[in-house]
């Protein structure tokens, strides 16, 4: 089993230089931005700038989200990006049906044939409304996501305690489609690093697995926050022991119960551990 990626680094298509140091930051994927990130003046760029870097393999996995095929340039994007053979997958922006994977799929053939590893961000009402009829569009998506700062502004929310609902749906959703668990949306503060590990904590609980970066300083904190403690790995290696020395449901001594899916839980942790 391949190991999850844990951290998502987001960097600007327009800014190759930043692309660069995105490449050696460390982390597990680097997420090349023709959307949001860019001007609209400055999108031909972009995509012309990340088609030539990807014309090469690169040293990590390399994601691009492109511009919504909704719009003037999702369409180009595709067509100058797809067969690159450095491209490793696409995110898709503001995602509001299953149609709108599809569409992608037709069109995303990957330089080595098949379809591109898909992942889609829900941003709307009604992309949070669809999550499971999303999460199970097409076969070639892998994973769904939340884009919190334009699902903010739709719902008008203000408190952050105000997307939980919306965050624990979209966990569900992937769950239930069979998709690896989403990762949490980017912390948009890059020196509030006490508040990003806080945030973190806080996801993790919710059931998120690593978090979208906009800068290489958030990469460790993000990592710790994800990977088990060691009392947590302590925990689970106790659980397995148990378990192996005696069949059916148990308490251990310091009263934990253990029964299968406990010990579900315990092979999961010591998987991310181990980051396998």
């Not at 889609?120 to 499971?132: F, K, Q, S």
């Not at 993000?222 to 088990?228: D, G, K, N, V």
Request: hydrophobic fraction near 45%; glycine fraction near 8%.
């Amino acid at each position: 089993m391949t190991a999850h990626p844990l951290t998502w680094l987001y960097a600007p298509g327009d800014r190759p230089s930043v692309v660069a140091k995105a490449l050696v930051a460390g982390a597990d994927v680097v997420v090349i931005d023709l959307e949001d990130a860019v001007a609209p003046d400055r999108k031909g760029y972009a995509r012309e700038a990340t088609a030539e870097l990807l014309r090469t393999p690169q040293p990590v996995p390399v994601h691009v989200r492109v511009n919504a095929l909704s719009g003037p340039w999702g369409r180009s994007d595709l067509a100058a990006l797809t067969t690159a053979p450095g491209l490793s997958g696409l995110r898709l922006p503001k995602v509001s049906s299953p149609a709108d994977v599809v569409r992608v799929a037709r069109r995303a053939v990957s330089a080595h044939g098949g379809t591109l590893p898909l992942y889609a961000l829900l941003e709307t009402a009604l992309g949070i409304e669809r999550a499971h009829a999303v999460a199970r569009a097409h076969p070639s998506l892998r994973g769904i996501a939340i884009g919190e700062a334009d699902l903010r502004a739709d719902l008008g929310v203000r408190d952050d305690a105000g997307l939980d609902w919306c965050r624990s749906r979209v966990v569900v959703a992937a769950r239930a489609a069979g998709l690896a668990p989403p990762a949490q949306s980017v912390h948009p503060d890059t020196r509030d690093l006490d508040g990003l590990r806080a945030s973190c904590l806080r996801g993790r609980s919710l059931g998120f697995l690593g978090r979208a970066a906009i800068h290489p300083r958030q990469l460790p904190v993000i990592e710790r926050a994800y990977l088990p403690t060691e009392e947590e790995i302590e925990q689970a290696e106790t659980v397995l022991k148990a378990a192996a020395a005696h069949q059916g449901a148990q308490a251990l001594p310091d009263g934990t119960f253990v029964d299968a899916a406990v010990v579900t839980a315990a092979h999961r942790t010591l998987a991310l551990a181990r980051r396998d």
